[in-house]
């Protein structure tokens, strides 16, 4: 089993960034499929989601039409488009996958995004 971020980087306020979950080793299209970040000295927060049904989307308000959740269950992927970006967007972004159904849940390793002022 295994997500793999990628996509992160160094980017200026204002600038975008597109990032990627690739997963492997279970059935994608059961699992809620969730982008957490994590800043230095805070809690992990949940970002956006995209559910496993009927694709449904949430986004927590700080980032509400600034960033979207898109999945593509042929290619076992999601990914997060992030605009407007903005220095409070820095931190370590995680993709979380967690069955519909049971408490069943895989992490991937996280990747940096760090937002210049």
């Known amino acids: 089993v295994q997500l793999v971020e990628s996509g992160g980087g160094l980017v200026q306020s204002g600038g975008s960034l597109n990032l990627s979950c690739v997963a492997s080793?279970?059935?994608?299209?059961?699992?809620?499929v969730n982008w957490y970040r994590q800043a230095p000295g805070k809690e992990r927060e949940l970002v956006a989601s995209?559910?496993?049904?009927?694709?449904?989307?949430k986004y927590t308000d700080s980032v509400k039409d600034r960033f979207s959740i898109i999945r593509d269950n042929i290619k076992n992927e999601v990914h997060l488009r992030m605009d407007s970006l903005k220095p409070e967007d820095s931190g370590v972004y995680y993709c979380?996958?967690?069955?519909?159904?049971?408490?069943?849940?895989?992490w991937g390793q996280g990747t940096q995004v760090t937002v210049s002022s």
């Open positions: 995209v559910s496993s049904v009927v694709d449904g989307t």
């Open positions: 080793g279970f059935i994608f299209k059961l699992y809620t």
């Open positions: 979380n996958a967690h069955h519909q159904w049971q408490q069943i849940e895989y």
